[in-house]
């Protein structure tokens, strides 16, 4: 079984045997590793292009420079996605400069984090949480 992967440099889409670890997965295009699990500052093609081609579980963080809960929880974000490398893509899309994405996901507060899989929305929560409360939420859909 194999799964589907965005780089997160190039944005080539990525074919890898499903393994429950990896030692060492690089991009077929520009050679990055894949292992990276840093969140990628998003937009709205960025998103799409992941939501659409990714099998990994999505998960968005819909933010604003202004949001002290936003600023509050980006180091907890950053540090739950360094668990999840190659199990879920982390995104961090600024909501101030992707308004069309906030009024078309209806997100009427922030941080907004929603997790889309197999390209829908499964779940969101709003306001800030710790990493453990993140790493927890998303492990329900690994």
Known sequence: MNVNVVCPQCLKVNRLPKKETYAKANCG???ASLLDAK????????MAKYVANSDLPVVVDFWAPWCGPCLQMAPHFEKAATAFALKAQFMKINSDDEQ?????????GIPC?????????VDR???ARDSTQIEAWVRKYI
Request: proline share 3%; with cysteine.
């Open 39 to 46: 969140p990628v500052i998003g937009n709205a093609s960025i």
């Open 100 to 108: 069309t994405l906030g009024a078309k996901y209806n997100i009427s």
């Open 125 to 127: 929560f709003t306001g």
């Open 113 to 121: 984090v929603i997790l889309f899989k197999e390209g829908k929305e």
């Open 29 to 31: 295009e520009c050679k």
